[in-house]
Antibody, heavy 118, light 107 residues
Framework: EVQLVETGGSLIQPGGSLRLSCAASGFTVSSNYMSWVRQAPGKGLEWVSIIYSGGYTDYAVSVKGRFTISRDNSKNTVYLDMNSLRAEDTAVYYC????????????WGQGTLVTVSS | DIQMTQSPSSLSASVGDRVTITCRASQSIRSYLNWYQHKAGKAPKLLVYSASSLQSGVPSRFSGSGSGTDFTLTITSLQPEDFAIYYCQQSHSTPVTFGQGTRLEIK
């Protein structure tokens, strides 16, 4: 059974850093495209970042230069390192698997809450 | 980026009703349109991909249609578990983008 479990969310001050983790089971993350998607309070879904099976990465303009996506194949886990956090980064962060390189997100985790506030 | 606009933003309906949610893209996305269901505190769930293909395990009361810029998600005979927020998403171009969501509430 495919499962994604996000951890690492917390209350963090503006300018701070945080690492989110997405532990996968039931499939191999290195063979798939994996994305992070976020939902700010009262807002819709916003794509944040992707890591392709070949290791190439991409980011939304709003987080480029501040966030880094990576993976640990031995742990079957995807990470999102977030630096220089801003109030507008406050959101529930979801990781999701992309089906067959199609940009269709067929499995999602339940999310982890990041709150950026002083 | 391709803008996705859903309507209505919210909808009240009763168990057994038929409802339709629409999604419009700012440019043609052919059939690269997907629908997700999201309940509070849960993982979003893929319902329909490629505009009209039902994801495995999704009840047949859900259906999708459309191509180009205009798409619809139809739910026939609403069930209590269908009350949720529904999002469309285009997978034609990067970055993928989502509609703002349609909240389906019990009347």
């Amino acid at each position: 059974e495919v499962q994604l479990v996000e951890t690492g969310g917390s209350l963090i001050q503006p300018g701070g850093s945080l690492r989110l983790s997405c532990a996968a089971s039931g499939f191999t993350v290195s063979s798939n495209y994996m994305s992070w998607v976020r939902q700010a309070p009262g807002k819709g879904l916003e794509w944040v970042s992707i890591i392709y099976s070949g290791g190439y990465t991409d980011y939304a303009v709003s987080v480029k230069g501040r966030f880094t996506i990576s993976r640990d194949n031995s742990k079957n886990t995807v990470y999102l390192d977030m630096n220089s956090l801003r109030a507008e980064d406050t959101a529930v962060y979801y990781c999701a698997r992309e089906y067959s390189s199609s940009s269709v997100l067929d499995y999602w985790g339940q999310g982890t809450l990041v709150t950026v506030s002083s | 980026d391709i803008q996705m606009t859903q309507s209505p933003s919210s909808l009240s309906a009763s168990v057994g009703d038929r409802v339709t949610i629409t999604c419009r893209a700012s440019q043609s996305i052919r059939s690269y349109l997907n629908w997700y269901q999201h309940k509070a505190g849960k993982a979003p769930k893929l319902l329909v991909y490629s505009a009209s293909s039902l994801q495995s395990g999704v009840p047949s009361r859900f259906s999708g249609s459309g191509s180009g810029t205009d798409f619809t998600l139809t739910i026939t005979s609403l069930q209590p578990e269908d009350f949720a927020i529904y999002y469309c998403q285009q997978s034609h171009s990067t970055p993928v983008t989502f509609g703002q969501g349609t909240r389906l509430e019990i009347k």
